[in-house]
């Protein structure tokens, strides 16, 4: 079920009118029960995986909470493994278990020791990253004495699986939510025209811009495809906005959704390509993923307190990882690796050239225009399907700049998708505001909100596509 | 205030539909200038009114029209047809009459590939000596056959036709049949003419803004997504194994006009002959296969070949040669349709053309003396590829 569907609408309209006529604890076990319900109609069968990793972080986070497992540096630290070693292993056979496989296969025959090929049909539980991350991230805070444990497991049973995130994020945190979700909640007027506004917005990015560019970027990246240079240059710039209008739109119907019921979620998406060099564009893209890498895993490795070296080492592998994050594939590998490298790269460079200089315009236009080419060749990476499609792309960008007479028309397409986007953007931008247009005057603000509408309504794409990010 | 709140509403909703009348205007304008619809000003000018048909194309139009698929050049004769211009019969000329409706006018592709001017080329390419064969395109978008017989006796006639052959398109020839069906009668009941006159009004107004045009396409894509409809889409309902009252009494009007434009065509002096044209999805598995579980949970088992057996079976007793074109166009390799509509492509009217000849040459159409009628044939026969 997702959120651009008729059935997602009905299931939310019933969800929210008989969440309206309840009080407070019975909203919370009425959100409970409709988030497994929607987990259920994409497979029953995985609510057992999703109560599992509940029950376990749950179970792990009181445990934390006694006295006595607090009072052993110990014992605290077995909860803790076993809690992270069991959703760990969850996670990585779900994911992982047929990569790993395939890859050991792959490195036998290489030298020439046939082992055979195991047959692993594993269904990957729709939202298992983003939940188990939740989780994780629960326990390890619970562990650090940095949130004390959740006494509600109805509470927390909803933190870990409420539907407007569960899928597709954001990741969210139990500092943010979890008093969200203990208090009784308002919801005010503005609730309302935030919530429509983010809901439309979203909408607008995932089915007016990401799902018209789709088909283009699939003809290009089609094996088949004899992709020129300017061909793979606009695929790639479609590509970019195709991603972040499918993520970032499902994340403002995730936060709008929510904020109908009351419950505010954290920004995702802040004009990730609007930054000037690779640290800014992580903290602007997917800020929820990245954000909890930092503070889950870049962080205990060391971060950057002992020396440059171990820096660097310490990006790379967080960088890594967090590319296997979103799939199990080398090319993710690969594209958390260019990450990685890129964000040393760009350390080394301020190291050089020192910080807190003033920067002309000039100059940071000039930072822009390479960090978005930059952050266009990762998402190239990402997209490709073979690290043969890698070569013969990357080969043709830098040898042959025709655009095929079928790519020639799609450059319309694309100008056409993006223009609307960029120019919010750019006016959210330049007020430093998401939140900008429901702001304006009565005046202007219908103008766009009407604008929106016959975009939505003329040219968006009702055919009800899947999200990217749910395979992740 | 209670007051002032009211009147802090009233102004929102007067805002918020001036906003939403300017930026229709505006949407509307840059779809128009954009094109690549059937509402688009330029398509919409190759039509009259007409007080007995109800529209038919304006003589000497001539536009563009562009789709994503296709950019086709349109050009209406004096006489109001799609074709060249028509001069009284030379001697040694044999004429072919071809009516139908989008499937014959075929704006997706230039005149030149059409059937009609195909089938001209092949015919003429083997003609015996000083006999000159004209095949002129009488198709006009949107007519079933009541519109066909009224096209018929008051444009098509005048052509001199040797042959008259009326394509039929199975899909929706019983439902524009069964809704056509009061011009063949004269009157309608004034209420049922009243609701009609209304429906008819929106459905014009609808088709004159490309903006409405869209939103009932979303409008339909959401109710068949929500599964909301009781019913399939209408032409659909020809495919059901169990069709409802409205395709079997379609049928019976079908086959009541097309037995007068018969007997018109053979009071002067012209044979008569039909060619059934499947629907895409007759020679598309897959497109049938997504049809057939959209349609079967709200209204039961459809059949792939329903509408072509009952228009089969209805002709049949006309007693004037028949061709069906579903064997040829399925023998054919893929691309014989174009992917956003349901028209042929110019392969697809290359297909057809060797079919027609071959029908024609089977049937002994091309005889002379045109004035004597064929022996009747029994059924319909099937063309080779």
């Known amino acids: 079920m997702v959120f651009n569907s008729i059935h997602f609408v009905a299931f939310f309209a019933l969800v929210y009118a008989v969440y309206r006529l309840l009080g407070h604890r019975a909203q919370n076990v009425w959100l409970l029960a409709a988030s497994y319900y929607f987990y259920a109609v994409w497979d029953w069968r995985f609510t057992g995986l999703l109560a599992a990793s509940t ?66 049909a594993i269904i990957l539980p729709l939202g298992i990253s983003f939940y188990t991350f939740m989780a994780m991230a629960y326990v390890v805070d619970v562990y650090r004495g940095e949130l004390a444990p959740v006494a509600s497991l109805t509470d927390y049973a909803l933190f870990v699986a409420y539907f407007p995130h569960l899928v597709a994020g954001p990741i969210l945190r139990a500092p943010a939510l979890m008093p969200q979700f203990a208090a009784p909640r308002t919801i005010r007027a503005s609730d309302w025209s935030t919530g429509a506004w983010l809901i439309a917005t979203g909408l607008f990015k995932k089915i007016v811009v990401a799902d018209n560019l789709s088909p283009m970027v699939d003809a290009v990246f089609a094996p088949a495809f004899p992709a020129a240079g300017g061909d793979v ?11 972040y209008g499918d993520f970032a739109g499902y994340s403002d119907m995730a936060r709008g959704i929510s904020q109908l019921l009351g419950i505010e979620l954290n920004v995702n998406f802040r004009f990730p390509y609007a930054v000037t060099n690779p640290r800014e564009f992580w903290r602007h893209w997917h800020i929820s993923l990245s954000t909890w890498l930092r503070d889950y895993l870049y962080k205990p490795l060391g971060g950057s307190r002992r020396g440059a070296w171990a820096t660097n080492r310490n990006l790379l592998i967080t960088m890594v990882l967090g590319g296997l994050w979103h799939g199990a594939a080398w090319s993710f590998v690969l594209w958390g690796a260019y990450q990685g490298v890129w964000l040393i790269a760009h350390r080394g460079y301020e190291a050089l050239r020192g910080t807190g200089r003033r920067v002309s315009r000039v100059a940071s236009i000039g930072a822009w225009l390479v960090t978005l080419h930059l952050v266009c060749y990762g998402w190239l990476l990402f997209r490709a399907r073979s690290f043969g ?30 223009l609307p986007l960029v120019l919010l953007h750019a006016y959210e931008w330049w007020k430093d505001d998401l939140l900008a247009v429901p702001k304006l005057p009565l005046l202007p603000r219908y103008l766009v909100y009407g604008a929106l509408f016959y975009l939505i309504l003329l040219f968006g794409s009702f055919g009800g596509a899947q999200f990217i990010y749910f395979q992740f | 205030m209670p007051g002032s709140s009211w009147r802090l509403a009233v102004r929102r ?85 071809v009516l139908g409706d989008s499937l014959v006018l075929a704006v997706q592709v230039p005149r030149e590939q059409t059937f009609c001017a ?16 004209r095949v002129i395109n009488a198709g006009v978008q949107g007519y079933g056959p009541v519109e066909e017989l009224l096209f018929y006796r008051r444009v098509a006639s005048r052509f001199e036709a040797d042959v008259v052959l009326v394509v039929t398109f199975v899909a929706n020839d019983a439902v524009e049949a069964y809704d056509a069906a009061w011009r063949l009668d004269g009157a309608r009941h004034p209420t049922v003419a009243a609701r009609d006159e209304t429906e008819r009004t929106v459905r014009r107004w609808t088709r004159r803004s490309m903006v409405l045009q869209v939103a009932r396409q979303r409008i339909e ?29 379609g049928i019976g009007v079908a086959t009541r006009a097309l037995r007068t434009l018969v007997t018109d065509a053979r009071a002067a002096g012209a044979r008569p002959a039909i060619a059934l044209m499947p629907a895409r999805f007759q020679v598309d ?80 159409l091309l005889d002379l003396p045109a004035a004597t009628p064929p022996s009747p044939s029994p059924a319909a026969t099937a063309a080779g590829p």
Not at chain 2, 19 to 27: I, K, N, P, R, S
Not at chain 2, 83 to 89: M, T
Not at chain 2, 118 to 133: E, F, H, I, M, S
């Open chain 1, 55 to 120: 029950l376990v972080s749950f179970g792990a986070g009181r445990a934390l909470g006694r006295a006595d497992v607090r009072a052993s540096r110990g014992r605290s630290l077995r909860v803790l493994w076993a809690a992270l070693g069991f959703l760990l292993a969850v996670l990585g056979f779900f994911k992982y278990a047929g990569f790993f496989v395939d890859s050991a296969v792959w490195a036998f025959s290489s030298i020439g020791i046939d082992v055979g090929r195991p047959a692993l």
């Open chain 2, 285 to 364: 598995p897959a497109e049938y296969e997504r049809l057939r579980s959209a349609t079967e949970p709200i209204a039961g088992p459809i059949r792939l070949d329903a509408a072509t057996e009952r228009f089969t079976a209805a002709v049949a007793p006309l007693g004037v040669p028949t061709v069906d074109l579903l064997p040829a166009l399925r023998q054919a390799p893929h691309g014989q349709f174009f992917a956003e509509t349901v028209h042929l492509t110019a392969a697809g009217h290359e297909t057809v053309a060797a079919a027609l000849e071959a029908f024609l040459r089977r049937e002994h």
């Open chain 1, 389 to 418: 499609q890698i070569r013969s792309m990357s080969w043709a960008l830098l040898t042959d700049w025709r655009i095929s007479p079928e790519v020639v028309p799609e450059i319309r397409t694309l100008i056409g998708f993006a």
């Open chain 1, 233 to 243: 240059l606009i695929a790639t710039y479609a590509f970019a906005l195709q991603i």
């Open chain 2, 221 to 249: 894509q959401l109710r068949d997504r929500a599964g909301a409809t009781a019913a399939p889409s209408r032409p659909v309902a020809s495919y059901l194994v169990a069709p409802p009252a409205f395709i079997t009494d």
């Open chain 2, 118 to 133: 195909r089938l001209q080329d092949r015919l003429n390419a083997a003609a015996p000596a000083g006999v000159r064969y």
């Open chain 2, 13 to 97: 909703l007067l805002v918020a539909a001036l906003v939403l009348g300017g930026e229709f205007a505006a949407f509307e304008a840059f779809l128009r200038w954009q094109g690549g619809s059937e509402a688009a000003p330029a398509f919409q000018q190759l039509f009259m009114p007409d007080d007995a048909i109800g529209y038919r194309l304006r003589p000497g139009q001539s536009v563009v029209f562009t789709t994503r698929e296709f950019s086709t050049p349109i050009a209406i004769n004096a006489e109001g047809v799609r074709d060249l211009e028509i001069p009284s019969k030379p001697a040694g000329e044999r004429r072919i009459v």
